[in-house]
């Protein structure tokens, strides 16, 4: 199993930036259904995929809602998958996951079977 080291959240204003990373202990080359994602989960409301990337091919898949604002990178060397987040809104303040798994989907959470611990981000003035 994937262990995976997430970094990034905070505080920010409403139009602001953040970037979260995600670091993976991938001791084996993955397969190409691997992938790695971002989830996210507001209070009160069910984990919707974000943002993920086939590891082998690097194609990207994004939610409706963060097309145009969000955008996914990976580094490979150093397993590490980035995600910088432009033009914050208040709507998307929630805790953000980053998951890891060979999956058929990508913008589903059926199959990815390492999750990380979180981390919060905040959209607030």
């Known amino acids: 199993q994937v262990q995976l080291v997430e970094s990034g959240g905070g505080l920010v204003q409403p139009g602001g930036s953040l970037r979260l990373s995600c670091t993976a202990s991938?001791?084996?080359?993955?397969?190409?259904?691997?992938?790695m994602a971002w989830f996210r989960q507001a209070p009160g409301k069910e984990r919707e995929f974000v943002a993920g990337?086939?590891?082998?091919?690097?194609?990207?898949y994004y939610a409706e809602s963060v097309k145009g604002r969000f955008t996914l990178a990976r580094d490979t060397a150093k397993n590490t998958m980035y995600l910088q987040m432009n033009m914050l809104i208040p709507e998307d303040t929630a805790l953000y996951y980053c998951?890891?798994?060979?999956?058929?989907?990508?913008?589903?959470?059926?199959?990815?079977?390492?999750w990380g611990q979180g981390t919060q981000v905040t959209v607030s003035s």
């Open positions: 991938i001791r084996t080359t993955p397969n190409s259904s691997f992938a």
């Open positions: 998951a890891a798994g060979t999956v058929i989907g990508v913008s589903t959470d059926y199959g990815y079977t390492s």
């Open positions: 990337i086939r590891w082998s091919g690097g194609y990207l």
